[in-house]
Each structure stands twice: as structure tokens, then as C-alpha cells.
């Protein structure tokens, strides 16, 4: 997630500076787009969302080596979302100057030492620092991706471009970290974060041979966060954002020590690659569907999440409904970024680029949140409290965006 003009979050406000125009056509915009380049910024947005992520398969082996409980493990994506909400705006301003190369090549060397670190450190201080810093590092990226990947198409591929460079995040979700846990089973949890430096060393030798530079944001361009607020639906879709990935965070990044207590520890991966597969679908739906069906999409992927947390609230004992309850939770939120990307966009009309910037902050401190609170959830109640939390708070959610009739969450998005 992002902040600033740049943002990584929903589609830009306006043509890039670097736009060109051009004839609409199959095969003529297919040429015209810088796949190669794009696919390095898709490859940058895998390596910042699986980073992200992939501690949520591996708990058991990281609390088991770290010496600390599978709660104090978990806090190792807490501290991630942290590192990126503490540090996302402030450093975002600091660097608004700089040419888009190199921040993201220093970005990118930032996973690459974090990962590094986490993958040979044995202290679980050192870890946690290092998982600090590759959210630092995260909060430098997605503030630039999306605005990147803009910048490098005509006007009216603009679009295109960025669902591009955003594809790595489904892609993340779906193989990466599926393929980090089975790796970390099959090997040792370490191979997985080790591998995810050397994929990252691969990545700046592309940026630098494939994609090309930019200058930075002049002074003028930088939003202002308390004038968004005032703008009519963009506090309602505040609200959702935070609680929504706040409930999806509590059972995503204890998922393993989750399906341990059910006797499922060693299907972790399947399941995984089951959500994932699903948050593929769902996104390919929402990406067809959202331009006339945004709030009924938002209210149908609220309803999934909750019925899949129902499933395992009241059937987690049953292997095979297990499954099915992550089809439903990945058919449900795979689609949920973009969503409330757009939701946030078309709601903060001129002042878009401060609503994302504070969803952003806001998306990251809900992970945080999220960490903590099923932490305290697993020690204090144990981990079939879950999908309990989930269905507590996705009640609030489904109220406020069926409340957000008119600004927020309406039937129709503005055109033009």
C-alpha cells in the first residue's frame, strides 16, 4: 500500500505528465505498452506483497527457530505494516523530489538487505528489525508503482498499465505464498526469505536495464489529508478499509498456527494456493464488473468473507468445508483492493490522491492492528476465535457500506 500522488492504491486522478494519445485498438495498444518495464514494476509489487505476506505459512518453523511463541512470531507482519504506516507519508514528502529510478532501485536494495537479514538472523530482535526495515522500504515502493506505471502509457492505456504492474499482488497471494510455505516445509523457512533476496537481486538488474527514469513531484503536488477527510464519502470508505483488512488480517497471519490446531498443518500450502486461486477469480471479476457494479461487488465480497468465516466458525471440523470456506474467503476478498482503490478514488474527486494516501496508512495500520489482535486472540482464547473476530467485525463493515448509498459506496460511479 501507498501514500502520495504516486500511489500504488487506485487509479490516478489524471493522465500522467508523460501521457501520449493515441488510437484505441487490440493490437496497436498491446504494442504501445511497455511490457517488459511493466512486468519489472509487477515483479517489484510480488517481492513488496510477499514479503509482506510470507511469514503467514511459515509461524510454526519461524516461533520454533526465534525461540518465542507462534503470537510473537506473528508479530513479525505486524512490525512489516508498521515500519510501512509510521514511515510511508513522512518519507514519501522527503523523497517527493527524487527521480523515480533511482528511489525505487533504493527501495528495492532496502527488501533486498531485510530479507537477507531475516533469512540468517537467529535473534529475534534482529529479525524484527529487519522486518521493521523491509517495510520502511515498502512504504517507499508502493508510493511510487502505480504512478510509475501511469506514467509510462498513453492516456487512454493507462489503465491497463497499472492492472499490470498491480497484477503481482493476486499473484503473491495466489503462488507466492503457497509456493514460500511449501518451500519452507520441504527445506527450512529461511530458503524461502534467502530466495526472495536473490529474486530481488534479478529485480534491480531489470529496473536498471528495462525501465525508464522520471523526475520526481514538485512542491505543489503534495496532497493535503485533513480536506479529504471533508469530502463527502471519503470517511465511510476509510472506515471499511480499516476494518475489513483489520478481520482479514487476525485469520491471514495466523492462518498456519490456525489449520495446526485443526489438524490441517501439513495442508497449509493447499489451502493457500486454494484462497489464492480464488482471490485470482475474484479480481478478474471485479476487474470486468466494477466500473457499473462497485457497491454491489463490495457488498457481495463483504457477504463471501463472512459466510467463509461462518463455515469455520461452525464446521472447521470438516476438512473438505475447511476448503471451501477458503474459496469463499478468497472469492470474497481477492477483489477487495481494488474496490476500495476505486471507491476511494471516485469518492475523493480532486482531493484522491490524500484519500489514498490515508488508506494506505490506514490499510497498513489495520495489518498492524491485526497482528496484535490475533495475537492476543491465539494466547488468550486460542485460534478458533478467529474466524469469531472476523464475523464480529465484518457487521460494522456491511452497515456502514450499505449506509454509504450516495457518497462512498454508490450504485453507479461518476463518469468522465
Do not use: C
Amino acid at each position: 500500500m501507498s501514500t502520495a500522488s504516486d500511489t500504488a492504491l487506485g487509479p490516478p486522478a489524471g493522465p500522467g505528465p508523460d501521457a501520449g494519445g493515441g488510437a484505441r485498438g487490440g493490437g496497436q495498444d498491446r504494442q504501445r505498452l511497455p511490457l517488459f518495464a511493466l512486468l519489472a514494476l509487477a515483479t517489484a509489487v510480488f517481492v513488496t506483497s510477499l514479503t509482506e505476506t510470507l511469514p503467514a505459512g511459515l509461524l510454526p518453523a519461524m516461533s520454533h527457530d526465534l525461540r518465542v511463541s507462534e503470537s510473537a512470531a506473528g508479530q513479525t507482519v505486524t512490525i512489516y505494516a508498521i515500519g510501512t504506516a509510521l514511515t510511508a507519508i513522512p518519507l514519501t514528502a522527503a523523497t517527493a523530489g527524487w527521480r523515480r529510478k533511482r528511489l525505487l532501485l533504493a527501495a528495492m536494495a532496502g527488501f533486498a538487505l531485510a530479507n537477507t537479514v531475516t533469512a540468517v538472523s537467529s535473534h529475534y530482535g534482529l529479525t524484527m528489525a529487519a522486518r521493521f526495515v523491509a517495510g520502511v522500504a515498502a512504504g517507499l515502493a508502493w508510493a511510487l508503482l502505480a504512478g510509475y506505471a501511469r506514467r509510462m502509457a498513453p492516456a487512454h492505456l493507462q489503465g491497463k498499465a497499472i492492472a499490470i504492474a498491480m497484477a503481482g499482488i493476486p499473484l503473491a497471494l495466489s503462488l507466492g505464498v503457497p509456493a514460500g510455505t511449501f518451500l519452507g516445509k520441504v527445506t527450512d523457512w529461511r530458503v524461502a526469505f534467502l530466495a526472495m533476496t536473490a529474486l530481488t537481486v534479478v529485480l534491480l538488474v531489470w529496473i536498471v536495464a528495462a525501465v525508464p527514469d522520471h523526475p520526481g513531484q514538485g512542491r505543489g503536488e503534495r496532497p493535503r489529508m485533513l480536506r479529504a477527510l471533508r469530502v463527502p464519502g471519503v470517511a465511510p470508505v476509510l472506515f471499511v478499509t480499516l476494518v475489513f483488512v483489520l478481520a482479514h488480517t487476525i485469520l491471514y497471519a495466523y492462518i498456519a498456527p490456525y489449520l495446526d490446531d485443526l489438524g490441517l498443518g501439513d495442508s497449509t500450502d493447499m489451502v493457500l494456493l486454494v484462497f489464492g486461486v480464488a482471490s485470482l477469480a475474484s479480481i478478474w471479476v471485479v476487474g470486468a464488473q466494477i466500473h457499473h457494479r462497485l457497491r454491489v461487488l463490495t457488498i457481495a465480497s463483504t457477504l463471501l468473507v463472512a459466510v467463509g468465516a461462518a463455515l469455520l466458525a461452525v464446521l472447521s471440523d470438516h476438512a473438505a468445508l475447511v476448503y471451501v470456506a477458503a474459496v469463499l474467503w478468497g472469492l470474497g476478498w481477492g477483489g477487495v483492493p481494488t474496490l476500495l482503490q476505486t471507491a476511494a478514488a471516485d469518492a475523493g474527486g480532486k482531493a484522491a490522491d490524500a484519500a489514498q494516501a490515508m488508506l494506505v496508512t490506514l490499510w497498513n495500520g489495520a495489518m498492524a492492528g491485526g497482528g496484535v489482535l490475533g495475537g492476543l486472540l491465539l494466547d488468550g482464547f486460542g485460534s478458533d476465535s478467529f474466524p469469531w473476530a472476523v464475523l464480529l467485525l465484518l457487521v460494522p463493515v456491511l452497515a456502514v457500506v450499505l449506509a454509504a448509498r450516495r457518497h462512498g459506496f454508490p450504485g453507479s460511479r461518476p463518469t468522465g
